[in-house]
């Protein structure tokens, strides 16, 4: 496919993607205060709340003859603790779900857990006076997969940082970690990836809220890329008094290994916001 068609296949199904979601809601209603401000902590890896996120995303074109595809469920489970009156403790934690076809080459098919990746961030529960709210803390590889095609059998562990800063219904900020391996399986390759995300959200007063990301990864033992770039909107709702969020993305691989996945990518999530403790 041309460049040209590629950026007029994007546009239409952007555009595609705005009227059906934002249609669902039937005619445009003024939602509560709060449920706008809740919508909008929500594009706030540090806000303090507890979340579950369930992510779902499909990827394909895998491989020399784009044959692989993969769907992966992400659990994201998000919980805060409050460490004292200056500083909150936000655990971040991925469990993925793996279902993959050839992924690579020839393997087959594949179903089980993946690599579990947690996140510890110490964050001071006030902004600073720009404005700007931050947190610093480990980042932790588990080797949970059940299949070696699923995960690098590796143990890992690195920094991680994330910053934000919002200026009126607008997000702006970037995370990002480095995992170094030090334990695992003496065959598998040794992990020594970065992985740097930013990402911008704006909510209306209706709670919508439209993102842009990149989830950008680079594997500094093969000196390769990955760079999709990921478009979403959201509504926030609720089922009885459970606020809830729904998801629909989709994004681009702006660039990959030979080996890994090419043209669009599909996301939806659907993120349960639970009351504390």
């Not at 902590?41 to 003859?65: C, H, K, R, W």
């Not at 098919?109 to 600073?128: C, Q, Y």
Request: charged letters at 15%.
């Amino acid at each position: 496919m041309k460049s040209a068609m590629k950026k007029s296949v994007l546009t239409v199904i952007f555009t595609m993607l705005f009227t059906c979601l934002c249609g669902l809601n039937g005619p445009a209603m003024a939602a509560e205060g709060s449920d706008a401000d809740l919508a909008q902590e929500l594009s706030n890896p540090l806000a303090a709340l507890i979340t579950v996120p369930i992510q779902v995303n499909y990827d394909n074109n895998f491989g020399a003859g784009d044959d692989g595809r993969k769907l992966q469920i992400n659990i994201q489970p998000v919980i805060p603790f409050e460490l004292n009156d200056d500083w909150n403790l936000i655990t971040r934690t991925i469990v993925p779900v793996v279902s993959q076809n050839d992924v690579p080459s020839g393997t087959g098919s594949k179903f089980g857990l993946g690599d579990i990746n947690m996140s510890l961030f110490f964050s001071p529960r006030k902004p600073t006076s720009g404005g700007v709210t931050w947190g610093v803390g480990p980042v932790l590889l588990l080797p949970s997969a059940t299949s070696k095609w699923l995960g690098g059998e590796k143990w890992g562990i690195g920094p991680a940082a994330v910053a934000l800063t919002k200026k009126g219904p607008n997000t702006i900020g970037i995370l990002a970690n480095y995992v170094h391996s030090f334990a695992g399986e003496n065959s598998r390759q040794d992990i020594r990836s970065t992985f740097i995300q930013p990402f911008f959200s704006y909510t209306t007063p209706e709670a919508i809220t439209y993102s842009f990301q990149s989830e950008t990864s680079y594997n500094h033992k093969t000196e390769k890329w990955s760079i999709p770039v990921n478009f979403a909107v959201s509504k926030m709702t609720r089922w009885g008094k459970l606020p809830v969020s729904l998801q629909g993305g989709i994004g681009y691989w702006l660039k990959s290994p030979d080996s890994g996945p090419e043209g669009f990518r599909f996301r939806f999530q659907i993120n349960f916001v639970l009351p504390k403790p």
